[in-house]
């Protein structure tokens, strides 16, 4: 595939596998301020919105069977999550038009696509990287995401799509103006806006996110790099699995408005005994770190620069929350 790949504009979700659903589901709404926005117990799964795009999290209970979609379509989750972890990075396209041109470009380039998904609010193809982890590249389809995604709806919505028969009818979408949030919630995120992914073999794996999925790295080093859509400044932070970390899903960044909004959230955390894995405040950003309920880093952050750095090399027995620490 060409050195354009998918380039998509940005990251629109992270969806994760999970032990416990339910308590997941409380976590990011409760604690993390991200509002549940619909339910699909056909497949035990829940999906988070601030409103900017139809999830910025989704959750999928561990199982590791069949989950089927419209019609006895094999779900892309299918035979996958038999521990909590990623299930799959979403990145969105600009339009369904751009999106068929990049599968085209792969299809006749041999690039793997392991599934092509008709959810109703989109379409989508999905492309493991040199690690297995899935990526879902996708273009919304639907001008209200919220007719089709709420909560008095819990019908399946998945089901194959027939690309080369796809008549885009959309023009670009840009995210609209919608924020939510979750009043009672201890944190008030704006949306997601980066993910941390350890990886096996950084050479294969820059290879795969520049060349394949089309995302340009702004920086790297020795330990890490950086990369983003065409309409993001940050998306992707990479990271050398080593002895301290194994390879996958590290941590999930959210931007808040602001830093005092990101001081409050703190004092509200400790006050409500949520243990603080770190937090900092430099030139570059004021940040808290926290846990899921599997583990997971959640960063909260409210930036005070046009940039974030990388961290600098990992230093021997640092904590694994470093790369928050820019």
Known sequence: MNAQGFRPRRLGHANLFVSDLERSIDFYSRVCGVQ?????????????SNGNTHHDIGLIQCSGGVRHGI????QPSSHRGHAPGLNHLGWEMNSEAELIDAVERAEAAGVKIVNYANHQISHSVYVP??????????????????????????????????????????APIHPPADERHVPEAIFHPRRITHTVLAVADMEASLDYFERIAGLVCSARNDASASLHGSNSPLD???????????PGLRGISFLVKDAAAVDAAERAARSASIPVR????????RNVVIEDPDGLMVEFYAPRSATLPLPATRAAGASQTWYFAA
């Open 278 to 285: 770190d937090a900092h405040d430099t030139a570059i950003k």
């Open 236 to 246: 992707l932070v990479l990271i050398r699995a080593d002895g301290q970390t194994e």
């Open 129 to 170: 990287d040199p690690d297995g982890n899935y990526h879902e590249f996708y273009a919304d389809v639907v001008e209200d995401w919220r007719e089709i995604f709420n909560l008095e709806r819990e019908e399946l919505v998945t089901e194959r799509w027939d690309w080369q028969h796809a008549r885009p009818g959309l």
């Open 71 to 74: 019609n006895g379509f094999v």
């Open 36 to 48: 549940l926005v619909r339910r699909e117990p056909g497949i035990q799964a829940g999906f988070h």
